[in-house]
Nanobody, 124 residues
């Protein structure tokens, strides 16, 4: 079994900061990448930021310079630092882990698992 667990969401005023965490565990041979998507009411899920096993990062244009993704060096944990938050950042933030299954008779290859989501609300 594999688990992807997020934490750190909440209510914050515009201009404020939050830090999200995400840990993946279980039958994981090696992590390829982890990252964050978000989905606001009535909108499609969009990529926010991602980091791969080599440390390369990618960001949505809307969050560049405000959000920072880190981690995935010694542990299967990533962090998303959200600064200068705006009302339009309000969404459910979902973490994902892209990884190779552990070798075995039921090897499933490259898999992607998702967390349950954490709410981020930016409001005065």
């Amino acid at each position: 079994q594999v688990q992807v667990v997020e934490s750190g969401g909440g209510l914050v005023q515009p201009g404020g900061s939050l830090r999200l965490s995400c840990t993946s565990s279980g039958s994981i041979y090696s992590i390829n990448a982890m990252g964050w998507y978000r989905q606001a009411p009535g909108k499609q899920r969009e990529l926010v930021a991602a980091i791969n096993s080599g440390g390369s990062t990618t960001y949505a244009d809307s969050v560049k310079g405000r959000f920072t993704i880190s981690g995935l060096n010694t542990e299967n944990t990533i962090y998303l630092q959200l600064n200068s938050l705006k009302s339009e950042d309000t969404a459910v933030y979902y973490c994902y882990a892209d990884f190779l299954d552990e070798p075995g008779d039921d090897y499933r290859g490259d898999l992607t698992y998702w967390g349950q989501g954490t709410q981020v609300t930016v409001s005065a």
